[in-house]
C-alpha cells in the first residue's frame, strides 16, 4: 500500500498540462531559453573543509525552542522518503525530532553539503548549495525540498543517489526577504523552473492567514508543460483563494496547450503585474537568463545588484523588486 507520504505528493504534482491553466494572456512571455541552466539563479558553491565557511546573506538565529536547524553547526538529517515530480524533479523528505520545527523564516533557505572528494593535503572538499523547503516552516519533525537533477549537477546528482536512512548535512537558516503579513498591498512574482520554491513558501504564507490581506500573482515559466512543478497544487490555491492567481507560459507548448508561450514581455508584464508603486513589490527567481532578462542578476556578493531588464524598462525601482 502507497504510504500517506507518497499520496500526498501525488496530489501536489503536476498535471493537467495545458488544458488546466488558468492564463489567458494572449502572447504571455517569459525567458525560458536558460531555465534548465540553473536553479534559482545560484551556481554551485565548492569550499574547502574549514570552521569558518562562507554564507551566501546574513545568517539570522532562530532562539525559540525546539529548533532542529543550527546558523553555526552543520546537522544531519535523515532521509526517509523520495517521490518523482516530474521527468527531472524529485522531492525529499528529511525528518528529524517530532517535537521540533525547522526553524525556518518566511523567507529563507537552508545549506545543504556533501563531500566532493578531497584536496591535495587530504582534506575533504564540499559541494555546498542552498534550497528553499517547500514544507510548512510551522511543520513538525519533517521538511521537504523540491530538486531538479541536472545532468551535471553536482549536488542534485547527489540528492538522487541518496537512499531512505541516507542522511544530508544542513545549516541555517539564511534569511532571504523578511516578510510581514500586509507588508505590501500586491506581491507579483516571476519564477522560472524550480525558482517555484521560495515564491510557494511566501505564497502559503500569505494564503494560511486569514488576517493577510496581501494580493498575490504569480508568472510561472518553464520549457514545456511537462516541466511545470507542483501545477496542480498551485491551481488548487488559485481556485480556493481569491487573492491569488496564477499564469502559466512555457517555450515549447503541447498541441493544447492554453497558457502563454515564449518570451517575456512588456505587454504581458502590464496585465499581469502590479504597477509600479510604493504598494508594490516585485520578487524574481529563477535561472540566470531569466535574472538578466527580468531584472537583472544579484551582485557578485549576492547582494540585490543593480535593477535592470523589463523590470527597469517598465518603471519599477530597486525598492520595488527582490531578487532571490
Not at 65 to 92: C, G
Not at 233 to 243: G, T
Not at 272 to 277: D, N
Not at 299 to 309: I, V
Request: net charge positive; aromatic share 10%.
Amino acid at each position: 500500500m502507497a504510504s500517506m507520504f507518497f499520496k500526498r505528493l501525488a496530489k501536489a504534482s503536476s498535471i493537467g498540462f495545458g488544458g488546466q491553466s488558468k492564463s489567458n494572456f494572449n502572447g504571455f512571455r517569459i525567458p525560458i531559453g536558460a531555465i534548465a541552466a540553473a536553479s534559482g539563479g545560484i551556481s554551485y558553491l565548492y569550499y574547502y573543509s574549514s570552521p569558518n565557511l562562507a554564507y551566501l546573506d546574513e545568517v539570522k538565529e532562530d532562539a525559540g525552542p525546539k529548533v532542529a536547524l543550527k546558523p553555526d553547526k552543520w546537522i544531519e538529517f535523515k532521509l526517509q522518503d523520495t517521490a518523482r515530480v516530474s521527468h527531472n524533479t524529485q522531492l525529499f523528505r528529511f525528518s528529524f525530532d517530532p517535537s521540533a520545527k525547522l526553524g525556518l523564516d518566511i523567507a529563507s533557505c537552508i545549506l545543504t553539503r556533501a563531500p566532493l572528494g578531497h584536496d591535495a593535503e587530504g582534506k575533504t572538499k564540499y559541494v555546498i548549495r542552498p534550497y528553499t523547503p517547500i514544507s510548512d516552516p510551522d511543520a513538525k519533525g519533517y521538511f521537504d525540498l523540491l530538486i531538479k537533477v541536472y545532468p551535471e549537477g553536482k549536488m542534485s546528482q547527489h540528492f538522487a543517489s541518496l537512499k531512505p536512512g541516507d542522511v544530508v548535512e544542513v545549516k541555517g537558516p539564511i534569511e532571504k526577504l523578511r516578510y510581514s503579513p500586509n507588508m505590501k498591498k500586491h506581491i507579483g512574482m516571476i519564477a522560472g523552473g524550480s525558482g517555484i520554491t521560495p515564491m510557494l513558501q511566501i505564497i502559503e504564507a500569505i494564503l494560511k492567514n486569514p488576517d493577510d490581506n496581501t494580493q498575490v500573482t504569480l508568472l510561472y515559466g518553464n520549457i514545456s508543460p511537462d516541466d511545470i512543478l507542483l501545477q496542480q497544487k498551485l491551481d488548487f490555491l488559485a481556485a480556493s483563494h481569491p487573492n491569488f492567481k496564477v499564469f502559466y507560459t512555457v517555450e515549447n507548448p503541447s498541441k493544447n496547450w492554453k497558457g502563454g508561450v515564449g518570451y517575456v514581455s512588456k505587454d504581458m508584464a502590464l496585465k499581469g503585474l502590479p504597477g509600479p508603486s510604493n504598494d508594490t513589490l516585485i520578487l524574481v527567481c529563477g535561472p540566470s537568463g531569466m535574472m538578466e532578462h527580468i531584472s537583472g542578476s544579484k551582485a557578485k556578493d549576492y547582494s540585490q545588484g543593480e535593477l535592470t531588464g523589463l523590470l527597469k524598462e517598465l518603471g519599477y525601482t530597486e525598492q520595488m523588486v527582490y531578487k532571490f
